[in-house]
């Protein structure tokens, strides 16, 4: 007696794969990408902060620049809490201490440029990783699922599958 097997989906991700539901909890903690609210307003102020920090390595600053470079680092840090959700808001006040005096020394400034752009690069390398792993997850179930399909429901067949996976390769 020969029983046939019925098909088995695997759900790669967040959630119960059992009832095929992701976790959509809001005490869960929530992907990095999630955590960015406006993508676009962060990228543009990082890549200010970014030019602005090549400028200071570059030019000796006097009294007026430095009074000034502060109160930009200062709105720079208010409107990136604007783009991001709350626990990045709250890592970045943690990470961004208050200058000393109202007028720091250049030193201090490149130093809170310098952590600022850094704390960006770090945050801005864990959403490319972070969207990398998704799709590496999303691949992964496509494949499950197609291998799942009995054979003559797998459009164009199993050659057309073949030449798939040689002209993708191994790779995404």
């Keep these: ?12 991700g967040p959630g119960d794969p059992s009832s095929g539901k992701a976790d959509k909890d809001e005490d869960g903690p929530r992907s990095l990408t999630d955590m960015v609210e406006q993508p676009a307003k962060v990228m543009r102020i990082g890549g200010m902060i970014r030019q602005l920090l090549e400028e200071v390595k570059a030019a000796p600053l006097d009294e007026a620049s430095r009074t000034r470079l502060r109160e930009i680092h200062t709105s720079s840090i208010k409107e990136l809490e604007d783009g991001l959700a709350p626990e990045l808001v709250e890592e970045l006040e943690r990470l961004s201490l208050p200058f000393a005096s109202e007028v720091p020394s250049e030193s201090e400034l490149r130093i809170a440029q310098a952590q600022l752009v850094g704390w960006l690069e770090g945050l801005f390398h864990g959403i490319q990783t972070t969207l990398v792993a998704q799709q590496m997850a999303a691949r992964a179930q496509l494949e499950q699922m197609r291998r799942a399909l009995p054979a003559g429901l797998i459009p164009g067949g199993a050659q057309q599958q073949e030449e798939e996976h040689r002209a993708n390769g191994p790779y995404l």
Excluded: A, L, R
């Design 1 to 12: 007696m020969s029983e046939q097997q019925e098909p088995q989906m695997f759900i790669v």
